[in-house]
């Protein structure tokens, strides 16, 4: 395709995203949630630790103990382990239970290197894990406050 053709096809494209960005509608909770994780995703990916942690609400505590400032340090000793993080993941439900208490499971793949992450599941080497996320709310934005989280078992795949 040449390079006339190339910027005509994407043009319309362009412009759906410039009318939706146009839009007076105020995004919904469920909808500011999947950008924060998509957000959090990419700053992991960019190994900013403090980035990450700017998302993580101050009275954080995860299902072993873990308060903001030892989430902070595994976060560290991970980066420092792998020099590259790629993630794969998918949000299988959330939950609003309040304007300022939702719930949402996530299954994440993390790999070393996109290449592992576009494998089947059958030849996957990097760790998949399952990921219990509650949010608050106390000023509009939502913040990780607990974590409950495990490797995937074989039973999470059956429908």
């Given at each position: 395709?040449?390079?006339?053709?190339?910027?005509?096809?994407?043009?319309?494209?362009?412009?759906?995203?410039?009318?939706?960005?146009?839009?007076?509608?105020?995004?919904?909770?469920?909808?500011?949630?999947?950008?924060?994780?998509a957000?959090?995703?990419?700053?992991?990916?960019?190994?900013?630790?403090?980035?990450?942690?700017?998302?993580?609400?101050?009275?954080?505590?995860?299902?072993?103990g873990?308060?903001?400032?030892?989430?902070?340090?595994?976060?560290?000793?991970?980066?420092?382990?792998?020099?590259?993080?790629?993630?794969?993941?998918?949000?299988?439900?959330?939950?609003?239970?309040?304007?300022?208490?939702?719930?949402?499971?996530?299954?994440?793949?993390?790999?070393?290197?996109?290449?592992?992450?576009?494998?089947?599941?059958?030849?996957?080497?990097?760790?998949?894990?399952?990921?219990?996320?509650?949010?608050?709310?106390?000023?509009?934005?939502?913040?990780?406050?607990?974590?409950?989280?495990?490797?995937?078992?074989?039973?999470d795949?059956?429908?």
């Amino acid at each position: 395709m040449s390079n006339r053709g190339w910027r005509l096809a994407i043009l319309p494209f362009l412009m759906l995203l410039l009318i939706s960005g146009c839009s007076d509608r105020t995004p919904t909770p469920e909808e500011r949630l999947r950008a924060l994780i998509a957000e959090a995703e990419s700053h992991l990916e960019a190994r900013d630790l403090s980035a990450a942690m700017a998302f993580v609400d101050p009275a954080y505590r995860d299902s072993r103990g873990r308060d903001i400032r030892q989430l902070r340090a595994m976060l560290a000793g991970y980066f420092l382990r792998h020099g590259s993080i790629h993630i794969l993941s998918g949000i299988k439900h959330i939950e609003i239970k309040t304007a300022s208490d939702a719930q949402v499971l996530i299954y994440a793949g993390l790999a070393g290197s996109p290449e592992e992450t576009a494998k089947p599941l059958s030849e996957w080497r990097g760790d998949l894990l399952r990921l219990q996320l509650r949010f608050v709310s106390d000023d509009g934005e939502w913040r990780l406050k607990e974590v409950t989280w495990r490797r995937v078992r074989p039973e999470d795949f059956i429908l």
